[in-house]
């Protein structure tokens, strides 16, 4: 079945990165066929979180930092440097906010800094369901 | 066409490989998504680059056996259209 397939390590070592190379027959499928299926988690359910979830800025696990304009959190002497947000930001303000409107109460250099540092947010961090939830498709 | 497209960071991905499809979770969206032929290998050879679907249709008869008698930039234009609709390509301005 497999007789099409090359010997040879580089397959193997693919594998190790997560990618498979396929080296052979690729299926390229139909314009119209659809090629990818999607599993949101429950969070995304409720359009009401979207609105009301909120994001601090910075989260508990950067308490105090300030957030530079690239959005990573920094110490409260870096030049350039914004201070933490004097208030959570819903996820309503987050989603026009990314869609070019500052966040209430910033500049729009500030706003950009914030949402930058949104963007980084990881699973596990203060405001990273929220900010998750705002990125579901439709 | 100049309209570009580049995949989602490879740092927010991670990918898992079933029998026939690929799973691919988006650490920014928290979606997992299941992939068919030919999203994983078109998501494989953007690499990070900026590319138009004629750039990655390329590089897809490269490195793939494909039929010949197909539009494959009319098929990866769709696919990256959907993928882009989900979160895992962005268009870039060319």
């Known amino acids: ?138 | 066409m100049t309209q570009k497209y580049r995949a989602a960071a490879q740092d927010d991905l991670i990918w898992h490989e079933l029998d026939s499809m690929t799973l691919l979770y988006h650490r920014t969206s928290g979606i997992t998504h299941m992939l068919a032929d030919p999203a994983p290998a078109i998501l494989e050879v953007m690499e990070g680059l900026s590319l138009t679907a004629a750039e990655i249709a390329a590089q897809l008869t490269a490195r793939f056996d494909i039929e010949s008698d197909i539009d494959a930039e009319n098929i990866v234009i769709a696919r990256l259209e959907e993928l882009s609709g989900l979160g895992l390509v962005a268009r870039v301005s060319g």
Do not use: W
């Open chain 1, 1 to 138: 079945m497999n007789d099409d397939l090359p010997s040879g390590p580089s397959a193997e070592s693919d594998l190790n990165k997560g990618i498979v190379t396929r080296r052979r027959a690729l299926m390229m499928g139909a314009v119209t066929a659809s090629a990818v299926v999607s599993i949101k988690p429950a969070l995304a359910q409720t359009a009401g979180s979207v609105l009301n979830c909120e994001i601090p800025v910075p989260g508990n696990h950067a308490s105090g930092g300030y957030i530079a304009a690239d959005g990573k959190v920094v110490p409260s002497d870096t030049p350039g440097a914004y201070p933490p947000a004097g208030r959570n930001f819903t996820g309503e303000e987050v989603r026009r906010a990314m869609n070019g409107r500052s966040l209430p109460g910033t500049s729009r250099d500030q706003s950009e800094a914030y949402v930058n540092y949104i963007r980084r947010l990881q699973s596990g961090q203060s405001g990273f369901t929220c900010y998750a939830s705002l990125q579901m498709p439709r």
